[in-house]
T-cell receptor, first 109, second 114 residues
Framework: GQNIDQPTEMTATEGAIVQINCTYQ??????LFWYQQHAGEAPTFLSY??LDGLEEKGRFSSFLSRSKGYSYLLLKELQMKDSASYLC??????????WGAGTKLIIKP | IAGITQAPTSQILAAGRRMTLRCTQD?????MYWYRQDLGLGLRLIHY???????GKGEVPDGYSVSRANTDDFPLTLASAVPSQTSVYFC?????????????FGAGSRLTVL
C-alpha cells in the first residue's frame, strides 16, 4: 500500500531552524512536493524534488533520498508567519499525489 | 478572475439534498482535481480530469460525480448528501497531469451536511 509518515506537530522558536521529516512508500515515484497550509486556507506550493539531494529556495530547503524513501523540509530563521501545517506529497507512478496528514508547526516567540 | 475560484465558500446542507460545488480556473490548465480534507487525514482525491472531456475516479469517489465540459470548469456534484460528506473541499489545477507540473489550489469550500 501507499503510506506517508510525518510528525503530527512540532514546536520551534522564532529565529531558530526546524527540520520536518517525511518518509513515504508509494507505487512508483515521480517526485515529491512540499506544501504549506495556513489554518483555514488553501495549500500553497513550497518545493519539488525529483532527484536526490538538497534544493534551496531562500529560507526553505528540501532534501530527497529516493533509496530511503525519505525527504525533509528545512526552515531557517523562523518567523511567526511560518506557523502553519506542512504537507508532504510524493507522486506515484500514475502521477497522482499521495498526501500526508501534515505537520503542524507552532512557532513561539 | 485570477487563478482558481471555488463557490460557495461555505454551505450548510440537509442530508439527502443535492449540491454542486463549482470550480473555475483561468490559467488554461489541462488537469483539474477535487480533494476533500478532513481533520487528521491527508488530502484525499475524489475525482480528477486530465483534459477537457475526460474524468477519472480518485481514492474516494463514491457519492460524488464530476463533469469537464470545457477547460475552465470542473463542478463536483453530491447527488444525495450524507453527514459523512461534511468536509472541506479543495479544487486544484495543473498545466498537465505529469511530473513537475505544480497543482494550484482554490480557497476551498466548507460543506456541512446535517
Amino acid at each position: 500500500g501507499q503510506n506517508i509518515d510525518q510528525p503530527t506537530e512540532m514546536t520551534a522558536t522564532e529565529g531558530a531552524i526546524v527540520q520536518i521529516n517525511c518518509t513515504y512508500q508509494t507505487s512508483g515515484f515521480n517526485g515529491l512536493f512540499w506544501y504549506q497550509q495556513h489554518a483555514g486556507e488553501a495549500p500553497t506550493f513550497l518545493s519539488y524534488n525529483v532527484l536526490d539531494g538538497l534544493e534551496e529556495k531562500g529560507r526553505f530547503s528540501s532534501f530527497l533520498s529516493r533509496s530511503k524513501g525519505y525527504s525533509y523540509l528545512l526552515l531557517k530563521e523562523l518567523q511567526m508567519k511560518d506557523s502553519a501545517s506542512y504537507l508532504c506529497a510524493p507522486m506515484d507512478s500514475n502521477y497522482q499525489l499521495i498526501w500526508g496528514a501534515g505537520t503542524k508547526l507552532i512557532i513561539k516567540p | 478572475i485570477a487563478g482558481i475560484t471555488q463557490a460557495p465558500t461555505s454551505q450548510i446542507l440537509a442530508a439527502g439534498r443535492r449540491m454542486t460545488l463549482r470550480c473555475t480556473q483561468d490559467m488554461r490548465h489541462n488537469a483539474m482535481y477535487w480533494y476533500r480534507q478532513d481533520l487528521g487525514l491527508g488530502l484525499r482525491l475524489i475525482h480528477y480530469s486530465n483534459t477537457a472531456g475526460t474524468t477519472g475516479k480518485g481514492e474516494v469517489p463514491d457519492g460524488y460525480s464530476v463533469s469537464r465540459a470545457n477547460t475552465d470548469d470542473f463542478p463536483l456534484t453530491l447527488a444525495s448528501a450524507v453527514p459523512s460528506q461534511t468536509s472541506v473541499y479543495f479544487c486544484a489545477s495543473s498545466e498537465d497531469s505529469s511530473g513537475a507540473n505544480v497543482p494550484t489550489f482554490g480557497a476551498g469550500s466548507r460543506l456541512t451536511v446535517l
